[in-house]
């Protein structure tokens, strides 16, 4: 069965470094989404992505995030200069457009020191 | 702005119990409920999804409903198992909107 596959599953950085998060989605999905999950809190929606664009982004998505679909296949975040408060659960997610369920990747564990 | 939440937190139940979680929501206008699994430090697995024209959708021993009227969606555990184990999410999705806005969780023990 297809799936959302994403990687590092764990990164550590240094406070100040950009860090790049990589997904691959299911291949004949259409939107593409990011979240992330503080330790202990909610899921939280960062942005979602449909024919090149953003399509929606919420207010945690500031200037110091960007994504991009830089070939056919991948799908990455990046954010330029990592807080402590970065520091969460990265989900990658992505839906066919037509029932608008999403499927979600294992998720990235991103430190910052 | 739509919030979800869900009751209780936590639930701890013998082996075999039937069992309901319960999602509440604030803003009627919504396109879809997810109902997610998660387990410890991994990720989001879906289990069911309602769409607004449905009321309830069944997959093995689950069954979840929506009732938009009075902003709530159930999710029912038969016989549940130790497997079940978990934390619980729901998710909505406004009209209009593609976010998935997510619950609390309610975190499931099923003891043998």
């Known amino acids: 069965e297809p799936e959302v596959t994403q990687t590092p599953s764990h990164q550590v950085t240094q406070m100040g470094q950009e860090v790049i998060l990589r997904c691959v989605p299911i291949?004949?999905?259409?939107?593409f989404y990011w979240y992330r999950q503080i330790l202990g809190q909610k899921v939280e929606f960062l942005v979602s992505f449909y024919n090149n664009e953003i399509s929606e982004k919420s207010e945690i998505f500031d200037d110091q995030f960007s994504v991009e679909r830089p070939d056919g296949s991948n799908f990455t975040l990046k954010i330029r200069s990592t807080k402590l408060e970065d520091s969460a659960m990265y989900f990658c997610?992505?839906?066919?457009?037509?029932?608008?369920?999403?499927?979600f990747g294992p998720g990235t564990r991103l430190t910052v020191t | 702005k739509q919030e979800v939440t869900q009751i209780p937190a936590a639930l701890s139940v013998p082996e075999g119990e039937n069992l309901v979680l319960n999602c509440s929501f604030t803003d009627s206008a919504i396109y879809n409920l997810q109902w997610f699994r998660q387990d410890p430090g991994k990720g989001l697995t879906s289990l069911l999804l309602i769409q607004s024209s449905q009321r309830e959708q069944t997959s093995g021993r689950l069954n979840a409903s929506l009732d938009k009227s009075s902003g709530r969606s159930t999710l029912y555990i038969a016989a549940s198992q130790p497997g079940d184990s978990a934390t619980y999410l729901c998710a909505g999705v406004n009209t209009g909107f593609q976010k998935l806005v997510f619950g609390t969780g309610t975190r499931l023990l099923v003891s043998p």
């Open positions: 997610a992505s839906d066919r457009g037509l029932t608008y369920e999403q499927y």
């Open positions: 291949s004949n999905h259409l939107y």
